[in-house]
């Protein structure tokens, strides 16, 4: 059979999806395999080690470093508090006594009588990472982490900002491709997620974060916006850390561009249902994507196939004849169809450059002919 590689983007009614939740440093896993978790739940903590301040101890007491220890009133491994004395002079005459005061509360971790440096360590700060879905737990991972497995709808998307949040959807607009008002967010969706519409601009952003939205789901958005939002050019990065108090999903593209009618359908349906979405995008080595799932509960999702069942994120291998795909450059640019057929042999498109093409067929029945590197998949 014809077959193309292509990159593409995953979206699913029902899938069967395992993530991986990991410490960063060895910790405690307090979950075991078997157990049942909800998406708030803490599955694994740890403490990730204070910054390190370094004091020069002998300049401040006017001192020769093999003097600092017999100066010294705290000893490796004492904690202390900010401002307290933790090296004075003992002079014959008390008035021109010298005293070294702690910069930070935390423990003294090295005296060196050497360098005359005291290197103090702020107190650790505690990890924790939740579950991020409802699910169950699969593997535990000794001291790192856990895998949890469940049936949901898996959609991704082209760019977010924002990270990891959970809350119910709600659907604000009545077609996909509507511009997502102010006047759309009402005080009934705080806590939630919003989704639906071809562009949001700032307003309606302020609106949804004076109101408390916990996440956006929505076709377009400028550049502009992000920009103003974050308060600095975004650039070529790694984005989900951003501190916004927002997640927001871009599901087609920069500029006003219409959702796409199948994530549309998928997300009405799955209204009212908690959400988890995480806006982290990498679009460099390593392709990282935005995403949203939302869990069924055990009941609904019993109908799930075996060839549904795989890990979330994963991509698509390549594309076939039937394939649908989305147009990523114009004239175009983000619409939805079909792959008709997936000829072999080059082509000469309209730049004169001889390229692999293949010929896709929209929704109305009309054909074009494209090359391979301007679309994606959609894998469903």
Do not use: W
């Not at 497995?149 to 898996?154: G, K, S, W, Y």
């Not at 799932?293 to 009941?299: C, F, V, W």
């Amino acid at each position: 059979m014809t077959h193309a590689y292509t990159p593409g983007l995953r979206l699913a009614q029902k899938l069967q999806i395992r993530k991986s939740r990991n410490l960063p440093l060895p910790g405690d896993v307090i979950v075991k395999k078997g157990d049942m978790v909800k998406s708030g739940d803490i599955v694994a903590r740890t403490n990730l080690p204070g910054k390190v301040h370094s004091v020069n101890v002998i300049n401040r007491l006017a001192i020769l470093p093999n003097d600092l220890r017999k100066n010294m009133l705290k000893k490796e491994g004492d904690s202390v508090v900010k401002d307290e004395t933790i090296a004075e002079t003992k002079p014959f005459i008390k008035m021109f006594k010298s005293i070294c005061l702690s910069p930070i509360t935390g423990i003294i971790e090295t005296v060196s009588d050497i360098t005359g440096q005291v290197l103090l360590r702020e107190p650790p700060k505690p990890v924790q990472i939740s579950a991020y879905i409802d699910g169950k737990v699969v593997e535990t991972i000794e001291n790192e982490g856990v895998v949890i497995e469940t049936n949901a709808t898996f959609v991704q998307g082209i760019f977010g900002i924002g990270g990891e949040t959970t809350g119910e959807l709600q659907i604000i607009v009545n077609s996909p491709d509507d511009i997502v008002k102010p006047e759309d967010i009402k005080e009934t969706h705080r806590g939630k997620i919003i989704a639906g519409g071809s562009i949001i601009y700032s307003d309606a952003i302020k609106k949804a974060l004076e109101t408390g939205v916990k996440g956006i789901v929505v076709g377009g958005i400028r550049d502009k916006e992000i920009n103003e939002l974050l308060g600095y050019d975004l650039g070529v990065a790694i984005t989900g850390s951003e501190d916004i108090n927002i997640t927001i999903i871009i599901t087609e593209g920069f500029g006003q561009i219409r959702m796409a009618q199948k994530t549309f359908d998928i997300l009405s349906q799955r209204e009212g249902s908690v959400a988890s979405i995480n806006g982290a995008t990498q679009i460099r080595a390593g392709v990282v994507r935005p995403e949203i799932i939302i869990p069924y509960s055990n009941e609904d999702s019993s109908d799930i196939s075996a060839e549904s069942k795989s890990p979330a994120g994963e991509e698509s291998a390549g594309i076939s004849i039937g394939d649908q795909v989305r147009i990523i450059r114009n004239p175009n640019f983000g619409m939805l169809g079909n792959v008709k057929s997936l000829p072999s042999e080059l082509r000469t498109i309209e730049t004169e450059a001889r390229a692999r093409v293949l010929e896709v067929e929209f929704p109305d029945g009309k054909t074009a002919i494209v090359p391979r590197a301007n679309i994606e998949a959609i894998k469903t």
